[in-house]
């Protein structure tokens, strides 16, 4: 059986979903997330962690993992470590001696990338046995989607027939979205193209929490300054903004692209 624990304050499209919203900084809600997983015993506790959406959690998640070392020995405790080399190409040395602390409560460690898995022998000198890197995954969901999905959605936002650049995910500084909108401007001077290719920004700003709305702000205005560029631009027609993607529509986006920009 697999079981999520999740932060108090997350949301999801389904109350009754089976996820524990307890992880939070208060004595009383490590207490009740620890009583959990003692309750499960379970094998393996795998930690999904990038700071910019589990930073005001990270020490209720230190402590726990602090506890599950001293009462469950047998529990081996994993971390997938998603956005290590923009955090530290961002936050520098902060994000260095954080890591080096926060790391040691955990016994294995995973990246997406060769080149992280590099980054954490190197700079954290972990073991090699320990790191292992596992790609994104092509989830069977995001193929699944029908001929029918897939019209319904081009009509819904007038795109039929056209050519789709899709953007997929946060909106972030990190992406360089303003680079693919200001390549519109070299293509539109070929007129057949213009009328064609369509840039589809799916998604929308990540909200932060504590300190780290820092981020979300400086998002905010690099969204700001996307729209203003489209806008003196007159790129409003060939620039789509979808605004957050729910769940069921996530299949058919990827099923109506023709190029995707992550």
Not at 77 to 97: G, M, N, P, S
Request: hydrophobic share 40%; glycine share 4%.
């Amino acid at each position: 059986n697999i079981y999520i624990i999740a932060p108090i304050d997350s949301c999801g499209e389904n109350p009754n979903d089976g996820v524990y919203r307890t992880l939070g900084n208060r004595p009383r809600d490590i207490r009740r997330t620890m009583g959990i997983i003692c309750k499960i015993q379970p094998d393996i506790i795998h930690v999904q962690y990038c700071i910019a959406l589990y930073g005001p959690s990270f020490l209720a998640i230190m402590r726990i993992m602090q506890k599950v070392k001293r009462q469950l020995p047998a529990t081996s405790r994993i971390v997938t470590l998603h956005e290590l080399q923009i955090e530290q190409q961002k936050l520098k040395i902060f994000a260095i001696q954080f890591y080096k602390y926060f790391l040691r409560c955990f016994d294995g460690f995973i990246t997406h990338l060769e080149s992280t898995r590099q980054m954490l022998l190197n700079t954290y000198d972990l073991s090699s046995k320990k790191v292992a890197t596992i790609s994104h995954p092509v989830i069977q969901s995001f193929q699944s989607a029908s001929i029918k999905d897939v019209a319904q959605i081009s009509k819904a936002y007038g795109i039929e027939g056209k050519f789709i650049v899709l953007c997929f995910g946060f909106v972030q500084i990190d992406k360089g979205t303003d680079y693919l909108v200001r390549s519109l401007l070299s293509l539109n001077k070929d007129a057949a193209l213009k009328d064609w290719v369509r840039i589809v920004i799916a998604g929308d700003i990540r909200p932060r929490h504590g300190i780290f709305k820092w981020f979300e702000r400086k998002d905010i205005k690099y969204l700001k300054k996307i729209r203003e560029f489209i806008h003196a631009n007159q790129l409003e027609e060939q620039v789509i903004f979808t605004g957050y993607v729910k769940d069921d529509d996530v299949a058919k986006w990827f099923a109506r692209a023709n190029v995707i920009s992550i």
